[in-house]
């Protein structure tokens, strides 16, 4: 394994969307138009929620955690999208690009935790329904919800923590419009077997 000095203190190049040099300001209109439909949406629906007393039911807490997850999932990544088809500078930083990662990496990971605690409700609320006010209390519901966020801020700062201490030297051009693990993974010089494993 060939070793480089400080293969991981510069720039990364995204390259998603370097092919649309013609239909820059369409592609920036449509990321523009998707980013803003997706923070409006998801926080109306959260304070909708929050502010009706007849949504407080678990259902729709877990519907709250979902929107505000996504607002995170979405702003991980499309700001700097938006940013390289304005200014045509496609270059993110290592550190920006393994922000980019925690946060996409967490997001991706709590959808799954809060989309599976939903089907859990669902499933309590179907298999059980004289019960389900027991079973499904604010207490319960409360630490599901902790549950989920503390898991997908370690998960995530465990994947962040394996794939930062690469080292990264034959490439840096991210066929790709954000810096995920895969992405990440396949651009290093350095072994990586055992995280792939």
Known sequence: ????????????????????KTEQILLTVGIMIMYSLTIVGNLVISMIISLVPNLHTPMYFFLCNLSVVDVI??????????????????????????SQLYFFTFSAVCDIFVLTSMAG?????ICRPLQYTLIMNRRVCGTISALCWIFSAGNSLLMTLLTSVLDFCNSREISHFLCD????????????TSREI
Do not use: E, H, W
Not at 76 to 84: A, E, G, R, T, V
Not at 181 to 192: G, Q, R
């Open 121 to 125: 409700d669902r499933y309590v609320a």
């Open 1 to 20: 394994m060939n070793y480089c000095k400080n293969g991981t203190m510069t720039d990364f190049y995204i390259l998603g969307f370097s092919n649309f």
């Open 73 to 98: 999932y979405v702003s991980s990544s499309l700001p700097k999208l938006l940013s390289i088809t304005i200014t045509q500078d496609n270059r993110i930083s290592f550190a920006g690009c393994i």
């Open 181 to 192: 693990v895969k992405t990440m993974t396949a651009l290093s010089s350095s072994d990586t």
